[in-house]
């Protein structure tokens, strides 16, 4: 079983920059996909960005590009997701997942594992 916990979340101004950090404990997710999703007040879950097993492949939505970026660390056994330029329409809850895969998906069905997730509030 893998457990899967955020950090890094809060309320910062347009403009600023945050990097969401994901933990896995339980066994080592070194060998899995990840991705980060996020979900505003009212809408459906939506994925953000999504990294392969080993990090050489990467998948960013059209809404973040250029502005998010994602990574990992294998021997840390942490995601981060770093976000730069941050948009009041930005803010939703972070959720961190993994999946059983090694290749990039964005298909939440994919996803076995997922976090609580955390609060990301951009101010205007």
């Known amino acids: 079983q893998v457990q899967l916990v955020e950090s890094g979340g809060g309320l910062v101004q347009a403009g600023d920059s945050l990097k969401l950090s994901c933990a896995a404990s339980?066994?080592?997710?070194?060998?899995?996909?990840m991705g980060w999703f996020r979900q505003a007040p009212g809408k459906e879950r939506e994925v953000v960005a999504a990294?392969?097993?080993?990090?050489?492949?990467?998948f960013v939505a059209n809404s973040v590009k250029g502005r998010f970026t994602i990574s990992r660390d294998g021997a840390a056994n942490t995601v981060y997701l770093q976000m730069n330029g941050l948009k009041p329409e930005d803010t939703a809850v972070y959720y961190c997942?993994?999946?059983?895969?090694?290749?990039?998906?964005?298909?939440?069905?994919?996803?076995?594992?997922w976090g609580q997730g955390t609060q990301v509030t951009v101010s205007s």
């Open positions: 990294i392969n097993w080993s990090g050489s492949s990467t």
């Open positions: 339980g066994r080592t997710v070194s060998n899995n996909a």
């Open positions: 997942a993994a999946t059983r895969l090694i290749g990039v998906t964005t298909t939440q069905s994919s996803y076995a594992y």
